[in-house]
RNA sequence: GUGGCCAUAGCUCAAUCGGCAGAGCAUCGGAUUGUGGCUCCGAAGGUCGCGGGUUCGAACCCCGCUGGCCACCCCA
């Protein structure tokens, strides 16, 4: 056994995968392109507090889950690995003065999060999301444009039956009295409650909602609906956000006990689902709106919302679903040579044809034509340019490696030959 | 953080009752010295996850640790 492998948690991604997430990254890019969120990038630490304020101090994220960085000294300032996008890409937003941009201002962030949670199929302590974030508009069709977004991702991804899950969790002016309600409503048959379960109550009973406990699944029917509590303009708005969405055909199922799990999260709440998979593991993204964050984090008010996307479930999902995702290109044309030991033309062969743009290996291996051969046919290259007594005039032996025919060709003429070739002609 | 299942070659897995660690794939080499994916031959590759214990003897039984998976918790 090595003696040392990649920590807990985490792992390598070998470059048999690496097409297929490199697709994937591609897919977010050119849709953020296309829906005018601009990248950002952030630093993968920040200050604890920007994650302790901005998630909330009392979550599992902050209380369980964070990477914290042991400071070097006894004044030095607190660092943690970012568990999530949003609370970083605010801390930007109020540092660079966004709020003197034409606002929204529409961000997107790809790359790694780290969370010190227990390792389990498709939830790692390193793992990859994509974040979008628009900042500085309260209305409601934004909601609907990025909700839209995330389906299209999926879509594009080869997931055509990801569906959402939608529900508005209120805002600090209603919420409080739809929880006391709730807490009213949990106090009344408190025996009925399993221990684990009542000490959840006291901390945070809007987590009842959505448990799997039979007991309180039973229970819950009876339970206050948060979407008959919410105050005018928040059920307003999530009327709007609904309207918005069936204008643009977009089906959205209602999920009232859909709580999510950052304190930041105002009115709007979704996950995505595939279809059947609606497990609590299973979650392939999410988001909300945060209209209370920017000020939280030292910026004026401002009203905000996003999602992010767990791209290694995406991949999972797309095993799973038996998506064709892309593979490992191999190089055009292979160079070998009937010397085993010409190893220097093969090389300068090689490197004339890449500094014309074509992806072209060279064998450079000391081993007989055979199995030079051999390799580059395994490998999958279309072609193979013979290095032989030819090339005393100039000229190379271009096999076709899968008709399995060849002819002479001059050195000068591969360039254009290739290129026109690998244009699929 | 709680509970359960598991760990043998790079990968997938065998190894009878506790009695000399194996196969397939992959890698490298050879099959009369300029032609491939097939075939044949061969080589290399092991701290049986790690550390203790029981035993004449442990891959196998017991304990601890590490790691993976699963169910919770929670999230993506």
Redesign the pocket.
Known sequence: ???Y???????DLLPAERPAWRALADIARSLSDAYGYREIETPLFEQVDVFERGVGAV???IE??LFRIAPRTEDAEVWALR??GTAGIVRAYVQHGMQTWPQPVRLMLLGP?F?Y?????????Q?W?WDIEAIGDAGPAIDAEIIELGLRFYREAGLEDVEVHLNSIGDPGCRPAYIEALGAFYAKRLDELPP?ERE?LAT?PL?LL????PALVRINVDAPVITEHLCDACADHFAEVKDHLDALGVEHRPETGL????DYYTRTAF??YRRGRE?????????GRYDGLVELLGGKHTPGIG????L??VILTQQDAGVEVPSVRPPIAVVVG???GGTAERLRVATDLRAEGLPVRADL?????????????????RF?I??????SEGN??L????????KVVAIDDLPALLLRKSQGS
Do not use: C, W
């Open positions: 056994m090595p003696p492998r990649a920590p807990r948690g985490t792992r979550t599992d994220i369980k889950e568990p999530e999060m969370r949670d227990r390792p389990q199929a498709g939830r790692y302590r793992f999301q684990h959840r945070n987590r959505d448990s799997k406990d709580v999510r799990g950052l996950e995505y497990g609590q593991q299973q979650a392939l993204g999410g988001g999602f992010a996307l767990g290694d479930r009937a010397d085993p291996a000391i081993r007989k034509l055979g199995r030079q051969l051999e390799a580059a046919a395994r490998e999958g290259s193979a013979i290095l032989g007594d030819e090339l190379v032996q096999r076709d490696l899968e008709a399995a025919s060849q």
